[in-house]
């Protein structure tokens, strides 16, 4: 299918409607109605369930105990090599969790982390705003994660 | 200039120019160096390698899984191609084959993404020339499909969105509505951007006749996609090798004649829309079934090679892959459109002038991330 | 005493309100810019400095001030410096002669005082000398840079302005012939002894010349002298803090200038529509009736301005000379005769 070549009739030309008829159309957009801006951060924007965002470890919400098993299969997952699960035999010789380092400094949020949990341990919210002052507080620990980020929000 | 008092006014009849990398319209940290003869071009080169990220070196030290999120910082504006491919070349390897449901998955956000990625192109590229009300325009349709990229996967920009035998993620609850939605409203965008540039005189002025190549240049060229339809060679690899389930689609492939950029603007506008056109049929019949190919949670795909190509918004993205057994691969190698495509830049800006560069290097629609990799 | 008061005292008292009116427009511009511009593609424009971003003018303007002073190295420093300051002052001082009301408006003890700071009688020739000298300004800017892109940026604007000059005189022609007079006020009486507005008769004249004004003024879709997405900033490259805010205030006094032009010349200064059918009289009671109808007329010229800038693409250069040359200008001519035979044909 060929595309089109339009050509500009010498009326049109001569009348300036090629130019005209953009005017128009940018005239038209000037509706306050058609307004796009989302006002960030007075109005907070609607994020997607599914969001990568912030990583989280979630507890039991009724004991309050670690849902990780630290399997290790996250640290493994991870193409960037950002997490850290450090674990000890309890008396059963059941693995439990001790620690838990997250670098989100290095993370770029691809997920594969939260896909290979096999528990619903290991979340991605949809917290997005990571700024930080301070390189050295990028390494989140396990307390961190749990507590998840809680970030300054400005209202006005 | 026979004399050296001759030369008083600014010592050289040339002058050189170095155009980037930091410069608005060079999309990205390409350097052009230019020489100047007033203010037309005598000749270009290109300098590349400002954003090299050895991308391919990282496939050989991460597993085939986990190399993907990083190919979504190649041609960072159509991530959803990259992974398409990619993911096709490994499943290629290992013999196994996506199941239908996401097949039509995958379709669908290609297609969505190369919408995105042509109106990136068309809102840049009408900002070069001067037109920088349609970029605003550009961007608030793409931006619909990026909230049905964050909606689908939770990543608007490097999204991740398949994984090697299929796809992670089930489309979400309403998620058909809004891509009709999205599918009905576009070609009525697509006038819009057309009343303010397509018959716009200053626009013809500056696209037609700029950049022209010849369709015999562009094939030794080796350039691909929209660049090389402009001039008129009906070459698409969604009709020439189909992949996917793109066989199951009705779809035209806009060609241009001339070879200029007016030809490879009217080629992407009309791609956008043909587009639009896939993306409605398969959305109307998502087949039901599992998202992902029953193979082993670890990717060992067996001693071989492969090179498999997609068609990709800027033209031929190509993956050899050569696998030694083991989880990581031995070599990955990238065919990029747009490092192909930018070694016709010094061709087509040869007698033109400053301002038809911008407008040149715009039409090539190029991406550094995949020039430098 | 006399004397003093009619040449020195109101004069400067006139000067010292044009200039600061002119300069508090100037800053509104800068804002109206963003905002019409904001409007256009959908989106708010600044809106955190003051209820909807009212502040921002002053906002930049400290921030300008603040920033560093940088002179490249190499750089002719006594041209970089007096380059803003030379496209500055012509813009400013051209207001001299223009009409904002009726030249003797009314008299206070005995004086006359009026809306106009001088009523030369070469007015449009003070005019066009005195604009082409701030052009000066960009090629002596872009030339002390010691830097390629402004260099290119100030050849562009020596050739667009010199060949969009010639056709912005031709097309004022058309006007003197109707209203016999080369003085601002005088055309704007004439106009309003005809009982019409002069772009009726001379509407192709008014294309071309705001055509032509928005070329001298170097804004789209002619701002190839600072076309960013060619020249980085064309002339201003090198330019930074405020520096470069005096070549943007420049350039909106300018816009300013062009658009009384128009007004004045075509679109009947400072009369109200229908300036002789006396139904509508009462239009002229409100208070500084004559000020009202002209700085309403500005505006709408003022707003062409930004819409234009955001709906159309950028010429090139080689395109935007054969538009002067080949089309403007004998357009421009070709409405000078034709105005010529009819006056002379119809007024004998």
Same mark, same amino acid.
């Given at each position: 299918m060929?595309?089109?070549?339009?050509?500009?009739?010498l009326?049109?030309k001569?009348?300036?409607?090629d130019?005209?008829?953009?005017?128009?159309?940018?005239?038209?957009?000037?509706?306050?109605?058609?307004?796009?801006?989302?006002?960030?951060?007075?109005?907070?924007?609607?994020?997607?369930?599914? /969001?990568?965002?912030?990583?989280?470890?979630?507890?039991?919400?009724e004991?309050g105990?670690?849902?990780c098993?630290a399997?290790?299969?996250?640290?493994l997952?991870c193409?960037?090599?950002?997490?850290?699960?450090?674990w000890?035999? @309890?008396a059963?010789?059941k693995?439990?969790l001790t620690?838990y380092t997250?670098?989100?400094?290095?993370?770029?949020?691809c997920?594969?982390?939260?896909?290979?949990?096999?528990t619903?341990?290991?979340?991605?919210?949809?917290?997005?705003?990571?700024?930080?002052?301070d390189r050295?507080?990028?390494k989140w620990?396990r307390?961190?994660?749990?507590?998840g980020?809680?970030?300054?929000?400005?209202?006005k | 200039?026979s004399?050296?008092e001759?030369?008083?006014?600014?010592?050289?009849s040339?002058i050189?120019?170095?155009?980037?990398p930091?410069?608005p319209?060079?999309?990205?940290?390409?350097?052009?160096k230019?020489?100047?003869?007033?203010?037309?071009?005598?000749?270009?080169?290109?300098v590349?390698?400002?954003?090299?990220?050895?991308v391919?070196?990282?496939?050989?030290?991460?597993?085939?899984?986990q190399?993907?999120?990083?190919?979504?910082?190649? @041609?960072?504006?159509?991530?959803?191609?990259?992974?398409?491919?990619?993911?096709e070349?490994?499943?290629?390897?290992l013999?196994?084959t996506?199941?239908?449901?996401?097949?039509y998955?995958?379709?669908?956000?290609t297609e969505?993404?190369?919408?995105s990625?042509h109106?990136?192109?068309?809102g840049t590229?009408a900002?070069?020339l001067?037109?920088v009300?349609?970029?605003?325009?550009c961007f608030?349709e793409?931006?619909?499909?990026?909230?049905? /990229?964050e909606?689908?996967c939770?990543?608007?920009?490097?999204?991740h969105?398949?994984?090697?035998?299929?796809?992670q993620?089930e489309i979400?609850?309403?998620?058909?509505d809004?891509?009709r939605?999205?599918?009905?409203?576009?070609?009525?965008?697509?006038?819009? =951007? %057309?009343?303010?540039?397509?018959?716009?005189?200053?626009?013809?002025g500056?696209?037609?006749?700029?950049?022209?190549?010849s369709a015999?240049?562009?094939?030794?060229?080796?350039?691909?996609?929209?660049?090389?339809?402009?001039?008129?060679?009906?070459? @698409?690899?969604r009709k020439?090798?189909?992949?996917a389930?793109y066989s199951?689609?009705?779809f035209d492939?806009?060609?241009?004649?001339?070879?200029?950029?007016?030809?490879? =603007?009217?080629?992407?506008?009309e791609?956008?829309? &043909?587009?639009a056109?896939?993306?409605? &049929?398969?959305?109307?019949?998502?087949?039901?079934?599992?998202?992902?190919?029953?193979?082993?949670?670890?990717i060992?795909p067996?001693?071989?090679?492969?090179?498999?190509?997609?068609?990709?918004?800027?033209g031929?993205l190509?993956y050899?892959?050569?696998?030694?057994?083991s989880?990581?691969?031995?070599r990955?190698r990238v065919?990029?459109p747009?490092f192909?495509?930018?070694?016709?830049?010094?061709?087509?800006?040869?007698?033109?002038?400053?301002?038809?560069?911008?407008a040149?290097?715009?039409?090539?629609d190029?991406?550094?991330? %995949?020039i430098d990799? | 005493?006399d *004397?003093?008061?009619?040449y020195?005292?109101?004069p400067?008292?006139?000067?010292?309100?044009v200039?600061?009116?002119?300069?508090?427009?100037?800053?509104?511009?800068?804002?109206?810019?963003?905002?019409v511009?904001?409007?256009? &593609?959908?989106?708010?424009?600044?809106?955190?400095?003051?209820?909807?971003?009212?502040?921002?003018p002053?906002?930049?303007g400290?921030k300008?001030?603040?920033?560093?002073?940088i002179?490249?190295?190499?750089?002719d420093?006594?041209? *970089?410096?007096?380059?803003?300051?030379?496209?500055?002052?012509?813009?400013?001082?051209? *207001?001299?002669?223009?009409?904002?009301?009726?030249? @003797?408006?009314?008299?206070?003890m005995?004086?006359?005082?009026?809306?106009v700071?001088?009523?030369l009688?070469?007015?449009v020739?003070y005019?066009?000398?005195i604009?082409?000298?701030s052009?000066?300004g960009?090629?002596l800017?872009?030339?002390?840079s010691?830097?390629?892109y402004?260099?290119?940026?100030?050849?562009?604007?020596?050739?667009?302005?010199?060949s969009?000059?010639?056709?912005?005189?031709?097309?004022?022609?058309?006007?003197?012939?109707?209203?016999g007079?080369l003085?601002?006020?005088k055309?704007?009486e004439a106009?309003?002894?005809?009982g019409?507005?002069?772009v009726f008769?001379?509407?192709?004249?008014?294309?071309l010349?705001?055509?032509?004004?928005?070329?001298? $003024?170097?804004?789209?879709p002619?701002d190839?002298?600072e076309?960013?997405?060619?020249?980085?900033?064309?002339?201003?490259?090198?330019?930074?803090?405020?520096? *470069?805010?005096?070549?943007?205030?420049?350039? =909106?006094a300018?816009?300013?200038?062009?658009?009384?032009?128009?007004v004045?010349?075509f679109?009947?200064?400072w009369l109200?529509?229908?300036?002789?059918v006396?139904?509508?009289d009462?239009?002229d009671?409100?208070?500084?009736?004559?000020?009202?109808w002209?700085?309403?007329?500005v505006?709408v010229?003022?707003?062409?301005?930004?819409?234009?800038?955001? $709906?159309?693409?950028?010429?090139?250069?080689?395109?935007?000379m054969k538009?002067?040359w080949?089309?403007?200008l004998?357009?421009?001519m070709?409405?000078?005769?034709?105005t010529?035979?009819?006056?002379?044909?119809?007024?004998g």
């Amino acid at each position: 299918m060929k595309v089109r070549r339009p050509n500009l009739t010498l009326l049109k030309k001569i009348f300036l409607v090629d130019l005209i008829r953009g005017l128009f159309l940018t005239f038209s957009y000037q509706r306050p109605s058609l307004n796009y801006t989302e006002q960030y951060p007075k109005v907070r924007p609607k994020i997607a369930e599914r /969001f990568r965002g912030a990583p989280r470890l979630n507890n039991d919400p009724e004991t309050g105990e670690t849902l990780c098993i630290a399997c290790n299969l996250c640290a493994l997952a991870c193409p960037e090599h950002c997490i850290e699960v450090g674990w000890e035999r @309890d008396a059963h010789g059941k693995k439990a969790l001790t620690e838990y380092t997250f670098d989100i400094s290095r993370c770029m949020f691809c997920g594969l982390c939260e896909d290979a949990c096999p528990t619903p341990a290991l979340e991605l919210t949809q917290d997005f705003e990571l700024g930080l002052y301070d390189r050295r507080d990028m390494k989140w620990d396990r307390q961190k994660l749990e507590e998840g980020n809680q970030p300054v929000v400005y209202t006005k | 200039m026979s004399t050296k008092e001759e030369q008083t006014l600014f010592d050289a009849s040339e002058i050189t120019v170095s155009m980037g990398p930091q410069h608005p319209s060079t999309h990205g940290v390409l350097q052009v160096k230019l020489k100047l003869d007033g203010e037309r071009v005598i000749d270009a080169e290109c300098v590349i390698g400002y954003l090299h990220r050895g991308v391919e070196k990282l496939g050989e030290a991460q597993t085939y899984g986990q190399f993907v999120p990083t190919l979504d910082r190649m @041609d960072y504006i159509a991530a959803v191609s990259n992974c398409l491919g990619y993911c096709e070349a490994v499943e290629k390897l290992l013999s196994v084959t996506a199941p239908p449901r996401a097949q039509y998955i995958r379709v669908i956000m290609t297609e969505l993404n190369r919408i995105s990625s042509h109106l990136l192109w068309l809102g840049t590229h009408a900002i070069d020339l001067g037109a920088v009300t349609v970029f605003l325009y550009c961007f608030r349709e793409r931006e619909e499909i990026l909230k049905i /990229f964050e909606n689908y996967c939770g990543a608007r920009l490097t999204t991740h969105m398949f994984r090697i035998g299929g796809t992670q993620y089930e489309i979400y609850e309403g998620f058909q509505d809004q891509v009709r939605a999205f599918v009905k409203d576009f070609p009525k965008k697509a006038d819009e =951007y %057309e009343t303010l540039l397509t018959e716009n005189r200053i626009w013809i002025g500056r696209t037609r006749g700029v950049g022209v190549i010849s369709a015999k240049d562009a094939i030794d060229m080796g350039l691909s996609g929209p660049s090389l339809r402009g001039s008129g060679v009906e070459w @698409d690899l969604r009709k020439a090798k189909p992949y996917a389930v793109y066989s199951d689609f009705q779809f035209d492939i806009p060609v241009g004649e001339h070879g200029d950029t007016y030809d490879r =603007y009217m080629v992407r506008l009309e791609e956008m829309r &043909q587009s639009a056109r896939i993306v409605g &049929q398969a959305v109307e019949k998502i087949p039901d079934g599992p998202l992902m190919a029953k193979m082993s949670k670890i990717i060992k795909p067996p001693i071989g090679d492969i090179y498999h190509s997609i068609e990709a918004p800027k033209g031929e993205l190509g993956y050899y892959i050569v696998s030694d057994g083991s989880t990581q691969a031995y070599r990955t190698r990238v065919r990029p459109p747009s490092f192909v495509n930018l070694q016709s830049l010094k061709r087509m800006v040869a007698g033109h002038m400053v301002a038809d560069v911008v407008a040149i290097i715009g039409t090539l629609d190029i991406v550094l991330g %995949e020039i430098d990799r | 005493m006399d *004397f003093a008061i009619d040449y020195i005292l109101i004069p400067f008292i006139k000067i010292f309100i044009v200039f600061n009116v002119v300069a508090g427009v100037v800053a509104l511009l800068t804002l109206a810019e963003r905002k019409v511009a904001a409007w256009i &593609q959908v989106r708010l424009g600044p809106m955190r400095v003051g209820p909807y971003g009212i502040l921002q003018p002053l906002a930049d303007g400290i921030k300008l001030m603040l920033k560093e002073d940088i002179v490249p190295a190499g750089a002719d420093k006594w041209i *970089f410096t007096l380059a803003p300051v030379i496209s500055l002052v012509p813009a400013f001082i051209v *207001f001299a002669v223009i009409p904002f009301g009726p030249a @003797d408006a009314f008299t206070i003890m005995g004086h006359k005082v009026g809306y106009v700071i001088t009523d030369l009688n070469i007015g449009v020739l003070y005019v066009l000398s005195i604009s082409s000298v701030s052009i000066l300004g960009i090629i002596l800017g872009g030339w002390a840079s010691n830097s390629k892109y402004p260099l290119l940026g100030a050849l562009r604007s020596a050739a667009q302005m010199v060949s969009y000059e010639v056709a912005l005189g031709f097309s004022i022609i058309g006007v003197l012939i109707l209203a016999g007079s080369l003085s601002l006020v005088k055309i704007v009486e004439a106009q309003k002894a005809a009982g019409y507005w002069y772009v009726f008769l001379q509407p192709l004249g008014f294309i071309l010349f705001f055509a032509c004004g928005i070329a001298e $003024t170097n804004r789209a879709p002619f701002d190839l002298p600072e076309a960013e997405s060619e020249l980085v900033a064309g002339f201003h490259t090198e330019y930074s803090g405020f520096r *470069f805010s005096i070549y943007f205030i420049a350039e =909106y006094a300018s816009m300013i200038v062009v658009s009384c032009m128009a007004v004045t010349l075509f679109w009947g200064g400072w009369l109200r529509p229908f300036p002789n059918v006396h139904i509508l009289d009462f239009l002229d009671a409100i208070p500084l009736a004559p000020l009202f109808w002209f700085a309403a007329k500005v505006v709408v010229f003022i707003y062409a301005y930004l819409w234009f800038r955001w $709906t159309w693409p950028r010429y090139r250069y080689d395109q935007l000379m054969k538009v002067g040359w080949q089309w403007l200008l004998p357009l421009a001519m070709a409405n000078v005769i034709v105005t010529a035979v009819l006056v002379l044909l119809l007024k004998g």
